[in-house]
């Protein structure tokens, strides 16, 4: 899944501590519960985070009761000092496996800082797809 922008509370936090993302993105997230959803638009959110959805299907709940627990995925800094993508792999035998259905690999991807200089590390991801028919 990619959007221009974030999910309400997943790495959408501008620099005056204010989180902007879009509460109907979460719950379409959360619908749909890709294996990695792509955005970007925050330019101070860059990163990436594991996120847990609750298990239950309600959708009708309070916006922070979607997300059951995020757990951040750390960047290789000597990476994103040299410009390097960073790496994650989220494949059934990686390590940052995720559990399809149940889990979602969040990446706020912004290169840009907030004066539109280019500086984070662009993510190259490694993941499972189910074989065409």
Same mark, same amino acid.
């Given at each position: 899944m990619m959007t221009h922008g974030p999910p309400l509370n997943i790495m959408d936090v501008t620099y005056k501590g204010e989180n902007v993302g879009c509460q109907h993105l979460l719950r379409a997230a959360r619908r749909? @519960?890709?294996r990695l959803h792509?955005?970007?638009? %925050?330019?101070e959110g860059w990163g990436a985070q594991k996120v847990k959805w609750? =298990?239950? &299907? =309600?959708?009708?709940? @309070?916006? =922070?009761?979607?997300? &059951? @627990?995020t757990e951040v995925v750390q960047a290789n800094? &000597?990476?994103?000092?040299?410009m390097r993508p960073v790496e994650v792999d989220?494949?059934?035998?990686?390590?940052?496996? %995720? =559990?399809?259905? @149940? &889990?979602t690999l969040m990446?706020?991807?912004?290169i840009m800082t907030i004066r539109y200089k280019p500086w984070n590390s662009p993510w190259l991801v490694d993941m499972d797809l189910d074989k065409a028919e």
């Amino acid at each position: 899944m990619m959007t221009h922008g974030p999910p309400l509370n997943i790495m959408d936090v501008t620099y005056k501590g204010e989180n902007v993302g879009c509460q109907h993105l979460l719950r379409a997230a959360r619908r749909c @519960k890709p294996r990695l959803h792509c955005f970007g638009h %925050i330019h101070e959110g860059w990163g990436a985070q594991k996120v847990k959805w609750r =298990e239950d &299907e =309600e959708l009708d709940v @309070k916006n =922070e009761e979607h997300v &059951e @627990k995020t757990e951040v995925v750390q960047a290789n800094m &000597e990476d994103v000092a040299a410009m390097r993508p960073v790496e994650v792999d989220i494949s059934k035998d990686g390590g940052t496996p %995720i =559990e399809h259905g @149940k &889990e979602t690999l969040m990446v706020n991807a912004s290169i840009m800082t907030i004066r539109y200089k280019p500086w984070n590390s662009p993510w190259l991801v490694d993941m499972d797809l189910d074989k065409a028919e």
